[in-house]
């Protein structure tokens, strides 16, 4: 009997044992797999964290071209030709429009020009089968009928439009600079209150801005002054991009993309926008206002159009400059792919409309893209850049910091072959 006892003491000794034996082995287990997913995450992280091999500049036999920097990027340079677009401004909204400035313009980038148009609010334009005001289509987000009404008003065609936010952006960039022709005075667009600001050159907040833009938009009587709101626009392209470089305009671009919204791609933003900065004084036709005249309607004045004087400002733009007019780019081919004669046949191409300085070879025969790289900023280089593409059939055109001085002086444009290039013809 007391062996019996004895055994079953022994038994359950020996169950316990047992449990707590595996329950150390589950608790070492269920450590391990938790150490084991640290690891592998951490791990991960690290791989996916490490920048890419940096891949070098390849260099001409020449030795001109120099290493590429790590740090260097390429642009693809979209915009060219002309464009009629809509600047639009909102107080302190891009999703509950409230107008305060309505500006055409128009941009040629092959002459090197621009007008800028002021539009009152108040102006009546037909679309379909309603007369209704710029600012009524605006208040309701119709944008797309405002770009229709104007083409079917005053027979201008919108192709863009870029809609701000007045008040973020302008107190996202320290204020606006704007020059005040003689003393005046408005209300406050919050409190009412009477802003008084001396003649010269004032700089404005973002309450002071949209106050401004209001006061002289047309909402009112008088529209003598709408075409000042340029001033404004102005002022907030040069501060955003006025000397300085394309990686710099899009770096900007990239802190203010939450005050803007527009049917234009972020590229063609920076590369337009970097374009009119560089325009001469003389070439912006600013200070006009589309041409109206005043029709009084249940006691309040608004603008109508008049589509003759409209076709008269616009023709003070000249006609698309002709080849005989422009001076050849300078350019350098070189073979980047290894085909023989590949570069000449290219040169045959491109010989009749551009200045060609040099055929070689590029160092590496590597490239699968073509590249045309432009040495400078100038539009009319860009210009030639785009038809090089057209007549090759192939390139992608980019800027390029790395090249050395000696190219610069040497060649506005340095186009290297790739193997996507095809000499047909």
Do not use: W
Request: net charge negative; glycine share 6%.
């Amino acid at each position: 009997m007391e062996e019996q006892k004895i055994g079953t003491r022994m038994e359950r000794r020996l169950k316990l044992e047992k449990r707590r034996k595996r329950k150390i082995f589950t608790i070492f287990i269920t450590l391990l797999m938790i150490f084991i997913s640290i690891f592998f995450f951490s791990y991960l992280r690290n791989c996916l964290s490490k920048p890419g091999k940096e891949t070098a500049q390849e260099q001409t036999t020449s030795s001109t071209l120099e290493e590429e920097q790590p740090t260097s990027t390429e642009e693809e340079l979209v915009f060219s030709g002309k464009t009629n677009l809509l600047i639009i401004g909102s107080d302190k909204s891009l999703e509950q429009i409230s107008p305060n400035s309505v500006i055409l313009t128009s941009y040629n980038s092959i002459s090197e020009e621009s007008l800028l148009l002021s539009i009152p609010l108040r102006t009546i334009l037909q679309f379909s089968e309603e007369a209704v005001t710029v600012q009524q289509l605006l208040k309701e987000g119709r944008i797309e009928d405002l770009k229709s009404a104007i083409n079917d008003s005053i027979g201008i065609e919108v192709d863009h439009y870029i809609l701000v936010n007045v008040f973020d952006l302008v107190e996202k960039i320290g204020g606006v600079s704007v020059n005040i022709p003689e003393n005046i005075s408005f209300p406050d667009i919050n409190t009412d209150v009477t802003v008084l600001l001396e003649k010269g050159e004032k700089n404005l907040s973002g309450d002071l801005a949209i106050s401004y833009l209001h006061y002289i938009s047309g909402e009112g009587e008088s529209i003598l002054h709408v075409s000042d709101q340029q001033d404004v626009y102005l002022s907030i392209l040069d501060k955003l991009m006025a000397k300085k470089s394309y990686s710099e305009i899009a770096n900007e671009m990239q802190l203010i993309s939450e005050y803007f919204a527009s049917d234009f791609s972020v590229e063609e933003l920076i590369s337009l926008g970097s374009s009119m900065t560089k325009l001469q004084e003389s070439k912006i036709f600013k200070d006009k206002t589309l041409p109206i005249i005043v029709a009084e309607i249940d006691g309040n004045n608004y603008h109508v159009p008049q589509p003759e004087k409209i076709t008269e400002i616009f023709g003070e733009f000249k006609p698309v400059v002709s080849p005989e007019e422009k001076e050849k780019s300078n350019i350098i081919i070189l073979n980047g792919c290894g085909s023989p004669g590949i570069a000449n046949s290219a040169g045959n191409k491109l010989q009749d409309d551009f200045q060609i300085v040099e055929i070689g070879n590029a160092a590496s025969f590597q490239y699968t893209e073509t590249k045309i790289i432009v040495t400078s900023f100038k539009i009319s280089v860009i210009e030639d850049a785009i038809s090089i593409r057209e007549l090759l059939g192939v390139g992608k055109i980019v800027t390029d910091g790395s090249l050395s001085e000696q190219f610069r002086q040497k060649a506005d444009i340095v186009i290297i072959i790739g193997s996507d290039y095809i000499p047909i013809g």
